[in-house]
């Protein structure tokens, strides 16, 4: 075990790159390393933990306690690389079966709540109603996030509607109309776009970010004032597939306070991949569903010959919307993107690839960055 | 600077655009809409015409041209040209004259507002005192004399316009020496008419409306003649030696009357009523022209029987036993008699007669047998037929030009041969450098050919399809001229005819092709018809072809038109173009696009449902497509035409309405982000039914089950590399509405073979755009990221041969992107989102070829790209950057924007009315515009001087000394008189030499109602500015 002590120390190191990694399931326990700048896919961190406690075959859920002690979902690739990233020092790994997993647990404060009163709460849990099941994030579409926040003036509102993969229609109409401005020499009437009428059902109303009589300020981060009602619809149509519009809300009362806040670490997070006022950093909520992953871009497909209409998507610019189009989320797809991205000669020819895959599908580890120090799990080290 | 938002800062860059582009609207051409007044000057050969939106006209000879816009944007109600100067005063509707000049500057004419001018009457008194009813500028340049509503003639000096008011003559004094009975009929009720006294400018007649008419001499300013008229007076006419004088009347009739000294009260030596016996309609105008061989021209408009007739816009000219009544297509706005221009001739000798009527000039020779019409060189009326589409062709070919003109000229053998007798001024433009054909396509079949080389649009030749289906009005049973016998002899005369057989003949998409001389012209119905230039006249039958682009699409009924029944049989075409195919589309919906590729002899045309490829070699249908999106129920119900029912749109706005109530599901499909016309159609339907909603819009994606998704917008061949980048081959493109674009590979055999093999076609590519907008325009760039030339362009030598060693590049313009692909791999490089920037939407685009100005060898191309808001993008080519941005067209002017046609060269062209085209131009180096000098009225005038003043052998009094000596300069002129006239101490003379000096410090201060500076493109910008608010742009001026 000297060796293993050894290594763990120079794991706790600072400057190396190697996480600690303890992962329980149930009562057990297991020891592992990643590296915490190339933590590398949650998909495949998933299997090696399902690997690494020999439940390949049962559907897991993932959590972990993050510095203020929550109990927080580890379910995709952002908050996969937040949890090892933050992990100081050591990442404390949870693993619940998912038919016994207890949602209501994620939240703040969840585990030290559970330590200070553990048996009041059990008792608690037994007078509750029973849980709504409640299913993981990634089982959910983001249909319309509040955006920048913090560089908006409280009374404004940026909300971006995601339609694609949506069945809804966007669902709503403007019109014109004339709103108040204070200026210098007092208020003065200036002509305005406003939201007329909600299609009952449509995304617009279901996201409940957007309501009757809401001035629309911009579209896509361009200021609609001096613009027509019908250039406002174009631009509207024209961004309909990622549509971003700020609005001066007509009730001001449940507008977002800024000093409230919540830490970006407890899962709050801001999407500003579209805004023209911050450079895109977290992408978290893109993760979902691959079909949503378009930022700004739209990919238009290419279908090659007549015959078989059999969808090419091109590489973008963007490789993360490179190949969403296609309708499966499938490991395999996922891995060629990688393979894509790391090795830009790897598209060349199809059947490679496919070679490569197969072979590596039994082996996720593969594509799972390592530190030089190897994997060790409870003292058995695994050689890769 | 606004015009350079979105471009960088690269200070070479900015000069390099300031040598290359720049905007102006350089000539308005075609017929004015609505005109409302004539103007004739004798002396300058010029021709005015006033509006009723307030626009002045004036044509010379071909190529002068001038126009000016009144403020006011009123009627233009008179014109009158000040005898032998280059000035005119014009009457509007609001009462108020204006004076307009024609000015040197830097040695061409400008036409400029010089003063204005509305004339009160004492406080308190009614406004129809004032009222201007008559306008009558005195031969002597310096007073006008002006008949109002209420008898009242005042005179006005020029160009001040100060109000003489010791010479007006009213009603009471012209009375004094009439008969009671006479005067207690209150026959001083309105000034109908004043004319100056031909030989002695100091008698004017004075017509008032209840019949009276007096003869006034204006220096012992009282009346001489009285002349008692019984009938409601229209107007009056002086003979050319003053001798008599005609009237003419309300009841259609016309008396003559003698003046002479005799007798002061004297009766009409010929009262008639020319198309009596029956009641007639009033004669609103007459001349008398006397000739030589002594039978006269008597000319009048009107007079026609009230009864069988009176509908008729009728002029009537008679000479001798000669009668015909000229029938025109429209009211007759007003007419002039070209004759003799020098007064002292003893005979009129008319020799020509130029009419206006309300759509069209016409102009009759009244000197050849049978007074045939001439051929204007401008005016021409572009809406004889509505216009359905246009085309234009740059730097044609002189041979195929040779060929055109030629066949036109076989069309207007029955046009006078006179020379165009309004023939003022000088054209100072360079030649055209190059000739380019305008091609109009009209709605009842034709397609006009027109010389659009410079300042004046004309016809070259006249193309009819419609001989070669059967229409239920037979071409050849039209109306026959009427026999001799019949009375009133009418004859119709004009083009226009707005009226068509049928719908479906409309001519919707036109292609030539320059250097082969093919013609492809599809229209209303489906039909494509393939034409060969022959100049011989040819019999033939004209090979059919049907296109079944629903295919194996099963359960779909047109119910829109038939389609149009060849005709049977050989069919006899006159030389010019002769059609040798008939491909009908089927269903028979409307062509909305067409491809022509003249060296492979293929031809491409889509409608909404599908497109197909056609063989015109083999006579072969090579392959079609069908483009119809399964839910598109409007594609099918029938033709996408501007005829279309309010009753039938109304029907489908409230079918989509009760869709998309009825089911959830197809909710995402029912909106309106689709056509601008289906738009506008929903929301009428939506405004019915939500009566007073406020204007509101539905914010929906597009989707594939939108209507009209299958509409092939675009069709474009190209020979590129669509499957490797090793092998290029003949491809066609094909844009549709939903944002689909779809490549075909075409295997064309060598000529050797070409009749042997078929011609073979392969779907290549399918791209969907995402964002679904429509497809206005495919092109490839080759290895140089020059657009790929024009068929048969480097066989013939006059383009580089493309770059095939390079990449070629894909671009897509979408109504809202502008997207530049590779090939052979469709991948994205680089796009311009303008919908989602701008809000505005791509309607028309074009390459255009822009030389600099400064280097006459540096030239660039530029996408030029019209949005619906009228505005007009260069944008360079292949890096899509927003190079200037000018307004051009109101976005209200939907026609207009829809209308616009570019050319290869930077120029354009859209509809400003019905009936005429702005040009415009964006490039420094080709523009089209007037440059043109109106000789200055010394030389010209000087017969007249010597007309009016010129009679110093008759015994003139001593004024006249003064005048015919003016022959010198005009101010010099000026002032000599001045000091003859004090020499003479004449105590009238001093009067008017203290009245002219007032008037001349008046003038030498005038009021500045117009910058001098402002050029005519300027003018109409102000006047867009007052009328819509718009804002001044730096961009428009350059």
Not at chain 1, 219 to 240: F, H, P, R, W
Request: glycine share 6%; aromatic share 8%; charged share 25%.
């Amino acid at each position: 075990m000297n060796r293993s002590f050894n290594k763990s120390q120079t794991l706790r190191s600072p400057d190396c790159s190697a996480v600690e990694v303890k992962s329980k399931f149930g009562a057990e326990f297991r020891r592992f390393s990643l590296d915490r700048y190339k933590p590398g896919k949650f998909e495949d961190f998933y299997k090696l933990v399902l690997h690494i406690h020999h439940i390949s075959s049962t559907e897991v859920m993932i959590g972990y306690a993050d510095v203020h002690g929550d109990l927080l979902p580890i379910n995709n690739d952002d908050n996969f690389f937040k949890a090892v990233s933050s992990a100081n020092p050591l990442l404390r790994v949870f693993i619940q079966r998912q038919d016994e997993a207890d949602y209501g647990n994620f939240g703040t404060n969840t585990l030290s709540r559970k330590k200070k009163a553990l048996v009041a709460l059990r008792n608690d849990n037994l007078r509750r109603r029973p849980h709504l099941n409640i299913s993981m994030p990634h089982d959910f579409r983001p249909v319309s996030s509040i955006i920048d926040v913090d560089i908006l003036p409280e009374t404004h509102r940026r909300v971006r509607l995601y339609r694609h993969g949506c069945e809804k229609p966007l669902g709503f109409y403007i019109r014109d109309g004339t709103s108040v401005r204070v200026t210098p020499h007092g208020l003065e009437k200036v002509p305005g776009i406003f939201i007329s009428r909600m299609v009952p059902g449509g995304l617009a109303e279901s996201t409940g970010l957007l309501a009757v009589n809401d001035e629309v300020l911009e579209v896509n981060g361009i200021e609609v004032a001096g613009k027509t009602l019908d250039q406002v619809t174009d631009m509207m149509i024209a961004n309909s597939h990622n549509l971003i519009i700020t609005v001066k809300p007509a009730n001001q009362r449940n507008n977002i306070i800024r000093s409230s806040r919540m830490s970006g670490s407890s899962g709050q997070s801001t999407d500003s991949t579209a805004s023209h006022h911050s450079l895109p950093s977290s992408h978290v909520l893109q993760n979902f569903h691959p079909d949503e992953m378009e930022s700004d871009e739209e990919a238009d497909i290419v279908i090659e010959g007549g015959l078989e209409p059999q969808h090419i998507p091109k590489l973008h610019s963007l490789p993360s919307s490179s190949l969403s189009r296609i309708n499966g989320s499938s490991l395999s797809h996922r891995l060629q993107r990688d393979l894509v991205l790391n090795n830009s000669s790897g598209r060349e020819s199809n059947g490679n690839i496919h070679k490569i895959l197969s072979s590596l599908k039994t082996d996720p580890r593969h594509s799972l960055v390592i530190p030089r120090g190897g994997i060790e799990e409870d003292g058995t080290v695994i050689t890769l | 600077m606004r015009r350079f938002l979105r471009s960088g800062h690269d200070p070479v860059r900015e000069r390099l655009k300031r040598d290359l582009f720049q905007f102006n609207k350089t000539v308005e051409h075609g017929f004015p809409h609505q005109p409302s007044a004539l103007g004739y000057s004798s002396s300058l050969h010029l021709m005015a015409i006033g509006t009723r939106s307030g626009a002045i006209k004036l044509y010379g000879a071909p190529g002068v041209e001038f126009m000016g816009l009144h403020e006011e944007n009123n009627t233009v109600l008179q014109m009158h040209f000040i005898p032998g100067q280059c000035q005119l005063v014009t009457l509007l509707d609001d009462n108020s004259l204006h004076l307009w000049s024609l000015k040197q500057r830097s040695g061409t004419s400008e036409l400029q507002e010089e003063q204005r001018f509305t004339l009160r009457g004492p406080p308190g008194s009614s406004p129809s005192a004032t009222q201007i009813t008559v306008v009558l500028p005195h031969s002597s340049r310096e007073v006008l004399y002006l008949g109002t509503e209420s008898g009242n003639i005042f005179v006005v000096e020029l160009p001040s316009f100060r109000v003489l008011e010791k010479r007006t003559i009213s009603s009471e004094t012209v009375l004094q020496r009439v008969p009671e009975d006479y005067s207690n009929r209150r026959p001083c009720e309105l000034v109908e008419a004043i004319q100056e006294h031909p030989r002695n400018p100091d008698q004017i007649l004075i017509g008032y409306s209840r019949g009276l008419i007096v003869l006034w001499d204006v220096q012992s300013n009282k009346a001489t003649h009285h002349f008692l008229g019984s009938q409601q007076l229209e107007n009056v006419f002086w003979q050319r030696d003053g001798r008599q004088f005609i009237s003419c009347h309300y009841d259609g009739s016309y008396a003559q009357w003698p003046v002479s000294n005799d007798n002061r009260q004297p009766e009409p030596l010929e009262s008639k009523v020319p198309y009596g016996p029956f009641p007639c309609k009033a004669i609103s105008k007459i001349y008398w022209q006397v000739t030589k061989n002594g039978l006269p021209y008597i000319i009048f408009q009107g007079g026609m029987p009230r009864a069988s007739y009176g509908d008729r816009h009728s002029i009537s000219v008679i000479h001798g036993s000669q009668q015909i009544a000229f029938d025109f297509t429209s009211r007759v706005i007003d007419f002039f008699v070209i004759s003799n221009a020098d007064p002292a001739a003893e005979f009129d000798d008319p020799s020509a007669m130029v009419v206006l009527a309300e759509e069209e000039l016409v102009v009759i020779d009244l000197k050849a047998p049978g007074w045939p019409a001439v051929h204007p060189p401008y005016l021409a009326s572009l809406h004889c037929s509505a216009i359905t589409c246009s085309h234009h062709v740059s730097n044609i070919p002189l041979k195929l030009w040779e060929r055109i003109i030629s066949a036109g000229s076989k069309q207007n053998s029955h046009y006078s041969n006179m020379l165009w007798p309004i023939d003022g001024g000088t054209n100072l433009a360079p030649d055209p450098p190059q000739r380019d054909l305008l091609l109009t396509g009209h709605e009842d079949g034709t397609v006009r050919f027109w010389d659009a080389s410079g300042v004046c649009l004309h016809l070259l030749y006249k193309l009819s399809t419609v001989r070669v289906f059967l229409t239920d009005v037979d071409p050849n049973d039209n109306m026959n001229p009427l026999g001799e016998d019949e009375w009133p002899p009418l004859r119709k005369v004009g083009s226009f005819d707005p009226y068509s057989d049928d719908p479906r003949l409309g001519i919707q998409k036109i292609y030539l092709c320059k250097y082969s001389g093919y013609l492809a012209v599809a229209g209303t119905a489906g039909q494509v018809l393939l034409m060969e230039l022959n100049d011989e006249a040819a019999e033939h039958v004209v090979d059919y072809a049907e296109a079944d682009l629903l295919q194996d699409q099963e359960g779909y009924r047109w119910k829109g038109h038939e389609r149009l029944k060849a005709r049977d049989g050989p069919v006899r075409f006159e030389p010019g173009f002769q059609p040798f195919i008939l491909v009908q589309c089927q269903p028979p919906a409307v062509v909305t696009s067409l491809a022509l590729h003249s060296e492979w002899k293929l031809v491409a045309c889509g409608t909404s449902h599908g497109f197909g490829l056609f063989d015109h070699q083999q006579k072969r249908l090579v392959f079609v497509k069908c483009t119809l999106h399964p839910s598109d129920q409007l594609a099918l119900e029938g033709p996408l035409s501007r005829v279309k029912s309010l009753k039938k749109s109304l029907r489908q706005s409230f079918r989509r309405i009760r869709r998309s109530r009825v089911s959830s599901r197809k909710r995402r499909a029912g909106n309106i982000a689709e056509v601008q016309e289906a738009n506008a159609k929903f929301d009428q339907g939506a405004l019915q039914e939500m009566e007073l909603a406020p204007v509101q819009r539905k914010i929906e994606a597009r989707s594939a089950e939108d209507s009209f998704t299958g509409f092939v917008r675009t069709l474009y061949f190209a020979d590129t590399f669509l499957r490797d980048s090793s092998r290029h081959c003949p491809s066609l493109w094909a844009g549709t509405n939903g944002g689909t674009v779809y490549a075909f590979s075409l295997r064309v055999p060598p000529a050797e073979r070409r009749m042997d093999e078929p011609v073979r076609a392969e779907q290549a590519k399918e791209i969907q755009l995402m964002h679904r907008a429509p497809i206005v325009g495919i092109l490839v760039l080759d290895g140089r990221s020059a657009p790929l030339p024009e068929p048969l362009e480097v066989a013939h030598d006059l383009s580089k041969s493309p770059d095939m060693q390079g990449s070629h590049q894909l671009l897509v313009v979408s109504e809202e992107q502008l997207k530049v692909f590779t090939l052979p791999k469709v991948s994205s490089k680089l796009k311009l989102k303008l919908t989602a920037l701008e809000g505005c939407r791509v309607r028309k685009m074009a390459v255009a070829n822009f030389g600099s100005c400064q280097t006459d060898d540096y030239s660039e191309n530029n996408l030029t790209v019209l949005t619906n808001l009228g505005d007009i993008q260069i944008i360079s080519l292949p890096f899509l950057k927003l190079q200037t941005r000018y307004p051009c067209i109101r976005k209200e002017d939907v026609s207009g924007i829809a209308s616009c046609v570019f050319t290869k060269y930077g120029q354009g062209f859209y509809l400003i009315s019905p009936s005429e085209f702005e040009r415009f131009s964006l490039s420094t180096k080709w523009l089209v515009e007037p440059r043109c000098i109106i000789d200055a009225p010394e030389i010209t005038s000087n017969n007249h001087l010597h007309n009016t003043s010129g009679m110093e052998h008759t015994g003139r009094k001593s004024r006249d000394l003064g005048r015919s000596s003016g022959d010198t300069g005009e101010d010099e002129r000026k002032s000599g008189r001045l000091m003859e006239h004090a020499l003479l101490n004449d105590e009238k003379v001093l009067k008017e030499i203290q009245s002219t000096l007032e008037g001349g410090r008046g003038r030498g201060d005038p009021i500045p109602i117009y910058q001098r500076s402002r050029t005519l493109s300027t003018r109409i910008q102000e006047l867009y500015r007052k009328k819509f608010g718009k804002k001044s742009r730096r961009t428009w001026a350059k």
